[in-house]
C-alpha cells in the first residue's frame, strides 16, 4: 500500500508461529511456538475443521491427540482465547495481529508512506527482501520502521510506551535509530528503550539484501511471548499507533 | 539451459559433500558428509592421484592415512562403489547425481522450460540467488522445482514414488505446492508427501533471494544419507523422471 | 574509491568488535569478542567520556563496574593500548585496522582497482551485498579481495607472510584461488596457504549476494585474536601490502 510520495515504508508481519502435522500424530514447529502439554490447537484439512490438543512426550516429541487422524502437512495454530481486562488484552498472536492492526490505524490518516504485510517472519523469512527491493527500486524508499511486537524483560515495562529497540540480535544503523529517538523524545508520545542480544525480526532481513534501506524496531512489547496468552498493556498499543503517526510524519 | 518459453525451472545442485585437507594430516568437512573410521576417500594433487582413508581419533579428529602427503587445500571425496541390484542402486554421492540424471532425462523431450545446474548447495550456497535472477530478469521465470534427494523416514518409504515436499526446514508457499499435488495426483505417477522439520535444500536459497520466485522440492527418497552407501529404489527414480515431465508441461 | 577502469575490488572492513549497554549494569556482545574479568573498556555518551572495566560474574553474565551509570544503548569497546617490538605490534582491533591500513598504502599507487571499506563484518553482515552491487552493476566488478585479519593455528605462522584462504567456513571459487596463487608465487612475495573449517569474512556476504563475484581472503594472521592483546608481525604486514600491490596489478 503505497499513500502520496512515500519516505519510509512500515513493515508488518501477518504470519504467525504453529505447527504442521508430520506423520504418525507427529508435529513440526512453525517458528519458535512455546509448547505446553494441553495446548488448545485448531486447523483445517479436506475432512473439515479441527480441534485438537498438543502432547509433548517424555523425550519431548511433539504429537497431537484428536478424534480422527490429520491429512499429513495440515497446518495448526493456538485456539484464540480473547480476553480483555481494564488494562490488558491477552489472546495468542498479538504478535503480530497487533503490528498489523497498528499499520492499519495509521493508514486511516497517513498522506505520505508506504504499509507492507509481510510473511515468513516467524519462519525463514523471505517476502521482505522482495518488497524492499520493490519499494526500493520504484519509490527511493530508503527507511523502514518495523511494527512488530517485542518482549517484557527487566528493562522493558508494561504501560511504559513502545519500544525503539537500538538492538537485538541485529543492529541497525545508529545515527538512524537516534533521528527515531530524537523525533519521539519531541513528540511527547511515551516510548522506552531496548537494548538485547538475541531476537530478531524483518529488519534483519532488510540488512541482508543488497539494498541500502535503514531500518528500526518500534513497537510494544508482551509477556508470555509466543504461548496462547501473549500479554500487552492498552496504553502501549495506543503510544504505539500515536509514535507511528508522529514518525511517518517527520523521519 | 534454457528451452522454448520457460515458465518453470529446475534446479539440481552438482556439487558433492567431502573433506578439504588441513595440516598435518588433518581435514575439515565438506557440508555434512558421515564420517566413519575407513572410509575410502579419492581426490588429486598436483603430485598425481590420492587413495586414502579417513580416520576419526578419540577426540573426533577427522584425519586421512595415506602413503604420503597430501597438499594443503586438497579436495578428497569418498571413492566411488557403485552396486546396482533387482531393484535398488547404491553407491556414493546419488545425492545429487540423481537430480541432474533426472533434469538431463527431462531435457530429452522439454518444449518450455529452463534447466539449472548449481553449486554449494552441500556448502554455504551462493549459485541459485545468481541463476534465478538470471531466469527472473530474462525469461520471467517465477517457478522453480529443486531436483535432488530426500531422505528415508518413518513417513517416506521406498518404491512408493518421489517426494513432493511440503516443508524441511524451509516452508515454500502453501498455493505452489498445492497446485504441484494437483497435477502429481491428476498424473497417475505414484508420489508421497514429505514433512520435516530439518534439512534445506536450493529452494531455501530463492526464497531468501529479493525475487518472487516460487519452490518446491520434488525427488526420490535415499537411505544412508551423506555416506559412500546411499540407496535409492529404481521405480522412485523412473516415477521422479515421469512426474517432471507431466510437471513441466503443466505447471 | 574508484581508480582507473577498475577489476578487483579490495574489501576491508572498519566496524569492531565490543559492547553495549543494556540495564541493571548489563551488557550484550557486538560480534565475538573474547571476554575477561577485567579489560578496560571505553566508550562515550551524552554525559561524557566513559572509562570502565569488564566483569564476568559466575554466572557468564557480562556487566560494566563504572564510577557512574551509562546510558542503555551506549556502545564501549576496548581501550587501546599500543605496544611496538622490533618484530611485532600488539594492540585491540588490528583486526581489521591493519586491512584498512593496507588496503589505504595501496591506494598510493593504485592505477586501477576499487576500494571499499564496509561495517556490520563483526556482527549481522549488510553493507557488502550493496557495495558488491553498486560496483558489479556500475562498474562491472567481478573480483574481490577480502583485505582482512586471519588467526595464527598450527598451520599458519608468525612471519611467514599474509595467507591467501583456501576456505574458512565459506569456500570460494577454487579456480580463482589457484590464479591468485600463481601470482603470488611469481611474485616471490612470501605467503602461506591456509585452510579452515570454521570462522568468516565479508566474503560470505558477496557469495550470498546475487550477483556473480568472485572473492578470496588475503591478509596477515594474528595471535589472541578478539581480545585487546592482538599481535602481528611486521613483517606479515609489509608482505601483506606488497602481495596486495601485485594482485591488483596482475588480477
Known sequence: LVFGKPRTAIYAHM????????????????GGPRTENGFHLTGKDSQGEIDCFLVVDEENNLLYEAKREIERGTELSFKPNFREEEEYIQSCYLDNRLGVYSALKVCETL????I????????????????????YENYKVRQALISDISWITEGVLHGKGPVVSIRDSG???????????????ASKVPFQ??????????????????????????????????TPDEKVHKKDIDSMIDLYMVLMEKL
Open 15 to 30: 504470519d504467525n508461529i504453529g505447527f504442521t502435522v508430520r506423520y504418525n500424530n507427529g508435529l513440526v514447529k512453525i
Open 111 to 114: 498522506e505520505n508512506g508506504a
Open 116 to 135: 507492507a504485510f509481510s510473511c515468513w517472519e516467524e519462519h525463514g523469512k523471505g517476502s521482505v527482501s522482495v518488497i524492499g527491493k520493490f519499494l
Open 171 to 185: 543492529i541497525p544503523r545508529r545515527s538512524y535509530v537516534n533521528r527515531i529517538i530524537e523525533i519521539a523524545k
Open 193 to 226: 528503550l531496548e537494548v538485547e542480544g538475541s531476537g530478531g525480526s524483518d529488519g534483519i532481513e532488510l540488512q541482508h539484501s543488497p539494498f541500502p534501506i535503514d531500518w528500526c524496531f518500534v513497537g510494544a512489547a508482551e509477556d508470555h511471548v509466543h
